[in-house]
């Protein structure tokens, strides 16, 4: 999933790690795209466990289908 390599490009150059993710909201267009999805989240978050909201909604480029967006807060 292309969505994670942006995550963590966009985590890096800020001086964070996947794993300092706390929440994490996930905007799918279809319910029938969560059986494809969650595998994927469960491979990148299952150690980590961030709070998560998924929602079925609209995206507005035409042929997107997931977007994911995260909160990430520097553990001292």
């Keep these: ?3 994670f ?3 963590e490009a966009v985590l890096d150059k800020a001086g ?3 794993s300092d993710v706390v929440r994490a909201v996930y905007y799918l ?3 029938g795209l969560a059986p494809e999805v969650i595998p ?3 491979e990148k978050f299952d ?3 961030p709070a998560a909201t ?3 909604c609209g995206l507005p480029k035409p042929g997107l289908k997931v977007e994911i ?3 990430a807060l520097k553990s001292s």
């Design 29 to 31: 267009t279809a319910d």
């Design 47 to 49: 150690a980590i466990r």
């Design 5 to 7: 390599a942006s995550i």
């Design 69 to 71: 967006e995260v909160t």
């Design 16 to 18: 964070f790690v996947l």
């Design 40 to 42: 994927v989240l469960k």
């Design 1 to 3: 999933m292309n969505s």
């Design 54 to 56: 998924m929602v079925v």
